[in-house]
């Protein structure tokens, strides 16, 4: 397989995915999530045992959801209108008069910093002639319009009329910015076009708001944050970073530290709009034919946690440690280099694992040292794009470091590994950076029209499918 070392570019998929030797498909998975999580010498956090992987069906899935114009059309009307979703990450405007603008299909919201450190969200539309007051991210004393200088305080009241005399239908103290709910959670801010919605909190349901006790993003920033639009409809994404069943042969490089094969994949009758999965790291995949031993997967976690300890004693499994135990040890030993933290009575599984929270529609935080991610993809008014959005939040220790600038790879034929600030992870989000277009092209050839899916490692898709058809039948 071609690198990527040096800025060499891999256009083809058949150049990213090298397939790993097989062996036969177990009629079941040797062992479990749970079972992993058991064997933890620091107790996991007790949600983490709250396996529900409930029954959604085997039936198929129209493939049309992801290119019907008239498919989008009533998620716009039915869905994207009534949801929370997530706009922005709230340390981003941190001052008073910061804006940020948040964008959904023909939407234009303005997301406000006050003056008392509330946040208010405004359409973002002059009300004299539409003109969008900001285009971008900005920090204003106040909301003026470019066009003609119809200006509004940061609260949205009204402040100057041009020509006032030439406005004599005008009522001054009624023409206040039209509000959009806005609402924070763990520092991330959601809005909502409803007004008839229940809370966030109530939409998010108690359970999810529970699981996330203990892991709180007050003491992260948001370190990278790239951006780009793709050739994929925005469930087609989603879909790819709600399952693990790809990584085998889309990741093939990871299937010696990687057993996705036993992955846990829960949702939950009392928390309608969440999911999750988690999957471990540090023990390689059934599927490898022969599987590595424990000295030859420690090597390769060893290489991504903690490179400076190869050939050494640390780089070594110590007595009675399996490629598991060696992989949390020096995990946590990278997190003091990295962060300046010591998490040395973390899980193994928050050390090491992929845990993804999913908040419908589009919201992926995923809380752990390891992969402390939030994915994003929304949609454009062609369904056959959408952008896609990853962002890193760091710990930190001292004072808080501002948010990094937002690395746009636009459309010009820039791919996510062009963003070096990801670091490893940019292999990893090419190979689905070449896979998702190819995705999108091949599911309107599909003869039958209809796209075959796991009952069990693609339950969130289907998840995802049954609640976004609740909205539209509504």
């Given at each position: 397989?071609?690198?990527?070392?040096?800025?060499?570019?891999?256009?083809?998929?058949?150049?990213?995915?090298?397939?790993?030797?097989?062996?036969?498909?177990?009629?079941?998975?040797?062992?479990?999530?749970?079972?992993?999580?058991?064997?933890?010498?620091?107790?996991?956090?007790?949600?983490?045992?709250?396996?529900?992987?409930?029954?959604?069906?085997?039936?198929?899935?129209?493939a049309s959801r992801y290119f019907s114009r008239d498919y989008a059309a009533l998620e716009k009307e039915k869905m994207w209108s009534k949801v929370w979703q997530f706009a922005?990450?709230?340390?981003?405007?941190?001052?008073?008069?910061?804006?940020?603008?948040?964008?959904?299909?023909?939407?234009?919201?303005?997301?406000?910093?006050?003056?008392?450190?509330?946040?208010?969200?405004?359409?973002?539309?002059?009300?004299?002639?539409?003109?969008?007051l900001c285009e971008t991210h900005t920090h204003q004393n106040e909301l003026k319009c470019p066009y003609h200088y119809f200006t509004w305080g940061l609260d949205g009241s009204?402040?100057?009329?041009?020509?006032?005399?030439?406005?004599?239908?005008?009522?001054?103290?009624?023409?206040?910015?039209?509000?959009?709910?806005?609402?924070?959670?763990?520092?991330?801010?959601?809005?909502?076009?409803?007004?008839?919605?229940?809370?966030?909190?109530?939409?998010?349901?108690?359970?999810?708001?529970?699981?996330?006790?203990?892991?709180?993003?007050?003491?992260?920033?948001?370190?990278?944050?790239?951006?780009?639009?793709?050739?994929?409809?925005?469930?087609?994404?989603?879909?790819?970073?709600?399952?693990?069943?790809?990584?085998?042969?889309?990741?093939?490089?990871?299937?010696?530290?990687?057993?996705?094969?036993?992955?846990?994949?829960?949702?939950?009758?009392?928390?309608?709009?969440?999911?999750?999965?988690?999957?471990?790291?540090?023990?390689?995949?059934?599927?490898?034919?022969?599987?590595?031993?424990?000295?030859?997967?420690?090597?390769?976690?060893?290489?991504?946690?903690?490179?400076?300890?190869?050939?050494?004693?640390?780089?070594?499994?110590?007595?009675?440690?399996?490629?598991?135990?060696?992989?949390?040890?020096?995990?946590?030993?990278?997190?003091?280099?990295?962060?300046?933290?010591?998490?040395?009575?973390?899980?193994?599984?928050?050390?090491?694992?992929?845990?993804?929270?999913?908040?419908?529609?589009?919201?992926?935080?995923?809380?752990?040292?390891?992969?402390?991610?939030?994915?994003?993809?929304?949609?454009?008014?062609?369904?056959?794009?959408?952008?896609?959005?990853?962002?890193?939040?760091?710990?930190?220790?001292?004072?808080?470091?501002?948010?990094?600038?937002?690395?746009?790879?636009?459309?010009?034929?820039?791919?996510?590994?062009?963003?070096?600030?990801?670091?490893?992870?940019?292999?990893?989000?090419?190979?689905?950076?070449?896979?998702?277009?190819?995705?999108?092209?091949?599911?309107?050839?599909?003869?039958?029209?209809?796209?075959?899916?796991?009952?069990?490692?693609?339950?969130?898709?289907?998840?995802?499918?049954?609640?976004?058809?609740?909205?539209?039948?509504?």
């Amino acid at each position: 397989m071609e690198t990527l070392d040096g800025g060499a570019r891999v256009g083809d998929a058949e150049d990213l995915f090298d397939p790993p030797p097989l062996k036969p498909e177990p009629e079941h998975p040797p062992l479990y999530m749970r079972d992993v999580l058991a064997r933890d010498p620091f107790p996991p956090p007790a949600n983490m045992f709250e396996d529900q992987q409930a029954y959604l069906g085997s039936g198929p899935i129209p493939a049309s959801r992801y290119f019907s114009r008239d498919y989008a059309a009533l998620e716009k009307e039915k869905m994207w209108s009534k949801v929370w979703q997530f706009a922005c990450w709230g340390h981003d405007i941190p001052n008073p008069g910061d804006i940020h603008v948040y964008r959904i299909l023909d939407r234009s919201v303005l997301v406000v910093r006050q003056r008392d450190g509330s946040v208010k969200a405004f359409v973002n539309a002059c009300l004299h002639r539409g003109r969008e007051l900001c285009e971008t991210h900005t920090h204003q004393n106040e909301l003026k319009c470019p066009y003609h200088y119809f200006t509004w305080g940061l609260d949205g009241s009204h402040k100057w009329t041009p020509a006032k005399w030439d406005f004599p239908q005008l009522d001054e103290k009624k023409f206040s910015l039209p509000e959009i709910r806005v609402e924070e959670w763990n520092g991330f801010l959601f809005v909502n076009f409803d007004t008839d919605a229940p809370n966030l909190a109530s939409y998010m349901g108690s359970r999810f708001l529970d699981h996330w006790k203990g892991w709180d993003f007050s003491n992260r920033y948001k370190a990278v944050h790239v951006k780009k639009t793709i050739n994929c409809n925005w469930k087609a994404g989603m879909d790819a970073f709600i399952e693990g069943f790809h990584a085998f042969a889309s990741h093939s490089q990871g299937a010696a530290i990687s057993c996705e094969d036993i992955g846990q994949f829960d949702i939950y009758d009392d928390a309608p709009h969440m999911s999750r999965f988690i999957l471990p790291l540090g023990m390689p995949s059934f599927r490898l034919d022969p599987r590595p031993d424990d000295a030859t997967a420690f090597e390769y976690m060893c290489a991504g946690f903690l490179p400076e300890a190869l050939g050494t004693d640390e780089g070594r499994l110590q007595p009675g440690e399996d490629a598991r135990a060696g992989s949390a040890r020096v995990a946590r030993k990278s997190y003091v280099k990295k962060y300046g933290i010591d998490p040395a009575t973390v899980s193994d599984s928050e050390a090491l694992d992929a845990i993804s929270y999913f908040m419908f529609p589009n919201f992926m935080p995923w809380p752990t040292l390891a992969y402390p991610l939030v994915y994003r993809f929304t949609p454009l008014e062609d369904p056959d794009w959408c952008v896609w959005e990853t962002m890193l939040f760091h710990p930190f220790t001292g004072e808080r470091p501002p948010s990094c600038a937002v690395n746009d790879l636009g459309t010009d034929g820039s791919m996510v590994d062009d963003a070096t600030e990801l670091g490893g992870l940019a292999l990893v989000l090419h190979q689905d950076d070449v896979q998702l277009p190819a995705v999108q092209r091949g599911m309107k050839n599909l003869a039958s029209g209809e796209l075959i899916l796991t009952e069990t490692q693609e339950l969130r898709i289907r998840h995802l499918h049954k609640v976004l058809e609740d909205y539209i039948n509504r």
